[in-house]
């Protein structure tokens, strides 16, 4: 055993009482409600719509399948530019769907897709721009507003890791036109698995809630080639109870990064992200960057010495998701043309982070991280 004497994992998730969901499991094994809009999904969205500030939500069995079927909601078809700098779902969702990912660079300050480059990118096949809030940090909405309007482009925002994060009070969920989240257990907020979408307008909700269940629009009528994507009863009631700890978490996360903030500062050679101004972050992760070159150890070697002592960080987002054999004879994932995902990707380590890690952890844990780069 480590220092630590037991394993400290990048990401634990956070669990409400367990004798608080036992009142809700009672109620769904009584009313034989099992899925299918049931009460406590008509309550899950409900609560979400006015605890992220949004107007429209449909609920998902997971994350992937909700990118998939907004992709189908606005009939995106051709070629979509997106960012290599992701969980690998982002791009899989646009191939699972007959779209061709065409990959853009990220901006070197918050690792998000570089809105400078994306049209350059544009060709007449192009009809949406899919970027992703890495991390939670908001994307440089207003220019890639600017250029959809321009070119006549849709934009799906990946908001897998952007829960409750806001700009000037406002959601981040509401820029696009759809935003995507993700419940799974490694994320800020969970139902086990889950996901949702987020639009804004009433016939965009309907279309969305028919395709998640097969395109049923009642009984009898089929209006479309819809798919299974429906969050059960369960899912939901969970979703619920999570909510009432929703806040405490996220401030717990930001004390967290706050700490790591004060230990790692300082050290030339080593970066990690700074609140932006206005907005409101929810800490999904705690991403250092690690110039290779200013070391005798790489961000690699510091990966597996922490993992000998029995702290697992993670290295999000590496490989690219362009260098992936399925992805990687695409012309815009050529070396070389991704310049600065292809540096990044190198230097990045997520460091623990989640609500119940303690201080006393989190100084050794910088302890150790200072130790491994002197
Ligand atoms: C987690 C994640 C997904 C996939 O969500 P699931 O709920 O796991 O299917 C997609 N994109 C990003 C950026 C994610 O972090």
Not at 87 to 109: G, Q, R, Y
Request: charged share 25%; glycine share 6%; with cysteine.
């Amino acid at each position: 055993m480590s220092a630590f004497g037991k394993n400290i994992y990048v990401t634990r998730p956070t669990m409400p009482p367990l004798n608080e969901f036992v009142g809700f499991l009672k109620d769904i094994w009584e009313r034989r409600q099992l899925t299918n809009k049931g009460k406590y999904h008509q309550e899950l969205e409900e609560a979400l719509k006015e605890h992220l500030g949004v107007k429209y939500i449909s609920l998902f069995c997971n994350g992937t399948l909700a990118l998939m079927t907004a992709l189908e909601a606005l009939r995106i078809t051709g070629e979509v530019i997106t960012t290599p700098y992701s969980f690998v779902a982002s791009t899989h969702a646009l191939c699972w769907n007959n779209i061709k990912p065409v990959f853009c660079d990220i901006e070197p300050d918050y690792m998000n897709i570089d809105a400078e480059k994306i049209e350059a990118l544009i060709t007449p096949r192009t009809t949406a721009i899919l970027p992703v809030h890495v991390y939670g940090n908001p994307c440089n909405v207003k220019k890639i507003a600017k250029i959809a309007k321009k070119y006549e482009l849709k934009i799906i925002y990946d908001a897998c890791h952007a829960f409750g994060v806001k700009i000037d009070n406002k959601s981040i969920l509401n820029y696009g036109d759809l935003s995507v989240l993700s419940f799974h257990a490694t994320k800020v907020y969970n139902t086990f698995e889950g996901g949702a979408i987020i639009c804004h307008d009433q016939r965009m909700k309907e279309q969305i809630d028919f395709l998640k269940n097969f395109g049923f629009a009642n009984e009898t009528t089929v209006i479309d080639i819809g798919i299974n994507a429906k969050m059960n009863e369960i899912q939901a009631a969970y979703g619920l109870l999570q909510l009432k700890y929703i806040d405490k978490a996220i401030e717990k996360r930001r004390r967290i990064a706050k700490l790591y903030r004060q230990g790692l500062k300082g050290i030339k050679g080593v970066r990690f992200l700074s609140d932006i101004k206005g907005v409101r972050h929810n800490y999904s992760n705690f991403p250092i960057f690690i110039n290779n070159d200013k070391f005798t150890r790489s961000r690699n070697e510091i990966y597996e010495a922490l993992k000998k002592h029995h702290i697992y960080g993670r290295r999000y987002f590496y490989p690219l998701i362009s260098q992936f054999p399925a992805y990687k004879s695409l012309p815009s994932a050529a070396i070389g043309r991704l310049p600065v995902a292809e540096r990044i990707t190198k230097e990045v380590l997520c460091l623990p982070i989640y609500p119940d890690l303690n201080n006393k952890d989190v100084l050794a844990i910088v302890n150790l991280v200072k130790s491994l780069l002197s």
